[in-house]
């Protein structure tokens, strides 16, 4: 179809709008060798451009309310320039296209589909973004849908080059459903951005599956956050729900909660990470009925956290159970209990819950994160009589995580599913 027929098209379709008072916008129709950005300019407020397989060598601009749909899944090939596609109109709909080869400039903010301020209601679904710096960048844009889509970044660029997969700033209302984000800088990058829903969302190969600051009333369930150096990292926030969700060999850590308040993080797998759960001045939160399993570290605990309900979490087969060192004790497990894989008490009563509590620490491991070389002891006579001397003595007690009330059975009866996936 040639330019000529897009503008005989718009004439027709107004003149029959006008005539019928359809509320229904015209179709066009590009096919390859014409231009998807000429049809933008001739096609109508909410239109339909649906676009034939074919390699499309344009940078987009779409300024009006259109809904474009890959018929085939056509490239949109921004050739190392700018960004791929950048929507600056509210409702837009941009569906079934392979976005590739953006600008690499950081500083620009090379995207392969860019939401500028103002662009509310944007949808983005089911686009293969390849070879481009950020995958999509919003900005100050309400409302938005990036739902089924894969993001791979410039797997060439050194990972603190790379852009995002997905970047929110300063945004309300976004749903991020359903992708699939690898060999980015940070899968999923969100910062002042609230009551935002995160679903079913896969992060691997990146430095975070999600660094995320400054964002409050947000749900992130039933996404996967594997193979990178940090699973979620959520940090600065509050009032959150983080539930159901698998954060497994990863590096570093598997969720990290820091300086967060007024969470619930429940139902979550956390496995096969140099550490399990790091939390980091966490008040007033409530973890329930995790699964923390093959971690070299199940919680490093520090910097005043505390005040936090955990109950009915299962602690299972963790080099070291809890890393914690403080000035006193904090309770965990006050009213259900929490179960833990290397408790030596018994359950006389057979209530299920064991007649001894359990104490993460005591004085030798604090010996061994003093002091590092000890560890090479950690077997001898010597260190398990001062580990039994300790237990014996109050006075040579080490602070501890205390749970009164442990169970003698864990909830999660699969949880041998999820040994030995550590990061390779």
Not at 59 to 64: A, D, G, P, S, T
Not at 255 to 260: D, E, G, Q, S, W
């Amino acid at each position: 179809m040639q330019r000529r027929s897009f503008s005989h098209l718009a004439s027709i379709a107004a003149l029959f709008a006008a005539v019928t008072g359809c509320a229904h916008g015209a179709e066009w129709q590009v096919k390859p060798g014409e231009s998807i950005q000429a049809a933008i300019v001739q096609a109508a407020p909410g239109d339909t451009i649906r676009v034939a397989r074919g390699h499309y060598p344009e940078n987009l601009r779409i300024e009006k309310p259109v809904k474009l749909i890959g018929v085939d899944r056509p490239t949109v090939d921004g050739r190392g320039k700018g960004d791929t596609v950048r929507i600056v109109a509210t409702d837009v709909s941009f569906e079934g296209f392979i976005v590739a080869d953006s600008g690499g400039d950081l500083g620009a903010q090379n995207a392969g589909v860019y939401i500028q301020p103002g662009a509310h209601r944007a949808r983005v679904i089911r686009c293969d973004f390849s070879y481009t710096l950020f995958g999509l960048w919003i900005e100050k844009a309400d409302d938005v849908l990036i739902e089924n889509n894969l993001i791979t970044g410039k797997r060439d660029f050194d990972s603190s080059q790379r852009g995002n997969g997905i970047q929110l700033y300063n945004t309300t209302g976004a749903r991020i459903i359903g992708n699939n984000i690898s060999f980015v800088r940070d899968a999923i990058y969100v910062d002042v951005s609230h009551k935002a829903i995160f679903r079913g969302n896969k992060m691997h190969h990146s430095r975070y599956g999600t660094h995320y600051m400054n964002s409050y009333h947000n749900l992130w369930e039933d996404n996967d956050t594997f193979l990178n150096r940090g699973g979620l990292a959520l940090m600065e926030v509050r009032d959150q729900v983080v539930r159901n969700n698998r954060a497994w060999g990863n590096s570093d850590h598997g969720i990290m909660l820091r300086t967060i308040q007024d969470a619930v993080v429940e139902n979550n797998v956390v496995a096969g990470n140099a550490r399990g759960f790091f939390i980091y001045d966490a008040e007033y939160n409530t973890l329930r009925g995790n699964l923390v399993v093959d971690n070299q570290v199940g919680v490093h605990l520090w910097a005043g956290s505390t005040r936090n309900v955990v109950e009915r979490n299962d602690f299972i087969s963790n080099r070291e159970q809890i890393k914690y060192v403080a000035s006193r004790d904090e309770p965990w497990g006050v009213k259900e209990g929490n179960h833990w894989s290397n408790y030596v008490g018994w359950d006389r009563n057979g209530d299920g819950l064991g007649d001894v509590p359990y104490e993460a620490n005591d004085m030798v491991d604090r010996l061994s994160w003093r002091h590092p070389m000890v560890k090479l002891l950690i077997a001898s006579p010597a260190i398990q009589t001062l580990r039994l001397i300790a237990q014996q003595f109050p006075l040579l007690r080490a602070p501890s995580i205390v749970d009164k009330n442990p169970r003698m059975r864990p909830d999660h009866s699969d949880w041998r599913n999820w040994l030995g996936k550590h990061y390779r």
